[in-house]
């Protein structure tokens, strides 16, 4: 089993910063990525980081230049958010896939619950 935990969320001011994090626990070895969704009422959900094993990172274009992802320890992420703004506001989730475990590779996602992130003044 395979349990994904975020933290970091909350309310912040337009222009502020907040610092997302992510662990997989559980019987694991290591992923082939992981990434940070968000969805807001009403939308799709949306991709807009990633982190490869190799190190690469991908952006979608509404976060570029604002939003860092970074790999803390094996199977954990970080989410560096800076100037923010109000249509940042949405539940953030990470995501797992491809998972190496006990040398078989597993074709599955994993999900976090998500945590809310909030950009008001």
């Known amino acids: 089993q395979v349990h994904l935990v975020e933290s970091g969320g909350g309310l912040v001011q337009p222009g502020g910063s907040l610092r997302l994090s992510c662990t997989a626990s559980g019987s694991i070895g290591y992923f082939n990525g992981m990434a940070w969704y968000r969805q807001a009422p009403g939308t799709e959900r949306e991709l807009f980081a990633h982190y490869t094993r190799t190190g690469s990172t991908i952006y979608a274009d509404s976060v570029k230049g604002r939003y860092t992802i970074s790999k803390t320890a094996e199977n954990t992420v970080v989410l560096q958010m800076n100037s923010l703004k109000p249509e940042d506001t949405a539940v953030y989730l990470c995501?797992?896939?491809?998972?190496?475990?006990?040398?078989?590779?597993?074709?599955?996602?994993?999900w976090g619950q998500g945590t809310q992130v909030t950009v008001s003044s």
């Open positions: 995501n797992a896939h491809g998972l190496w475990y006990d040398g078989s590779f597993y074709n599955t996602q994993y």
